[in-house]
């Protein structure tokens, strides 16, 4: 695992675990305690974690972590789960990608498709599409730009997407929770509900690791999610009481031990 992965990691582990000692972060990336505090103190240089005596924990909260280090985050879950909602496109289609980084590792299969059109608010997402050599149509809104995301929100962006009706929505989320629904750190999360005004179907991409949390923002209550794509470590109680909502999911991948 490359340091920038495993930094990624460590926060992802004290976002589910609070306070862990060094010594345990060591046995479970299966590296020594010097790798791990090499790993800490670059954190804590970018003001992430805190040191404490004994162990370390999040410098805050909300969780609400910059775009490139999600990217890293469960990695490989995304790109599957990706993979999946990629089957769910046509030719033809019209489409709202979020600013989410599972969202993100669906734009090098878009290449297969034709006459697509494709909304986001997201930078890296743009970058990503104008490397294809399809046939595409691209929008992007205006808005107030939001570093940490690389996306751009606020009254303009939102106006945008009421601009438009699309077939299909492909959202990520933070959290989700079966009596909030879809929830984000993310204050400027009015872009997203209107994202899922715009669209006839939505779409969340989730790995397992999302259920059960509730962050501060409610994006959408999850009586409006068609589909709902997810890896199969996700809690079998969740899964039923989704099921039950008449929600059609998607599993993918193994069955975490």
Not at 225 to 248: H, W
Request: hydrophobic residues 40%; aromatic residues 6%.
């Amino acid at each position: 695992m490359k340091p920038k992965q495993r930094q990624a990691a460590i926060l992802e582990y004290l976002q589910r675990h609070g306070k862990t000692a060094v010594e345990a972060l060591a046995e479970h990336f299966s590296t020594t305690g010097t790798t791990i505090r090499k790993d800490l103190t670059l954190l804590e240089e970018e003001g992430e974690v805190i040191r404490t005596y004994g162990g370390v924990v999040l410098s805050r909260d909300d969780g609400d972590q910059p775009i490139d280090r999600k990217t890293h985050i469960n990695a490989e879950k995304k790109r599957q789960i990706a993979y999946a909602a990629i089957k769910l496109i046509n030719d033809g289609d019209s489409l709202i990608f979020d600013a989410g980084s599972t969202v993100l590792q669906m734009v090098p299969h878009l290449a297969q498709f034709n006459n697509i059109t494709v909304m986001t608010n997201s930078l890296h997402i743009v970058n990503a599409l104008v490397e294809l050599d399809n046939d595409q149509t691209i929008l992007m809104p205006g808005g107030t730009y939001r570093k940490k995301s690389a996306s751009f929100h606020g009254s303009l962006a939102e106006s945008a997407f009421q601009q438009f009706s699309f077939d299909k929505l492909f959202i990520g989320a933070d959290g989700v929770d079966l009596n909030a629904g879809v929830t984000t750190f993310n204050e400027v999360h009015n872009v997203s509900k209107a994202m899922c005004e715009a669209a006839s179907h939505i779409v969340l991409l989730v790995d397992s690791s999302k259920f059960g949390r509730k962050s501060p923002n409610v994006v959408c209550e999850l009586g409006v999610v068609d589909t709902l794509i997810t890896d199969k470590g996700i809690n079998p109680d969740y899964l039923a009481a989704l099921q039950a909502k008449g929600t059609r999911i998607i599993l993918v991948g193994d069955t975490d031990e």
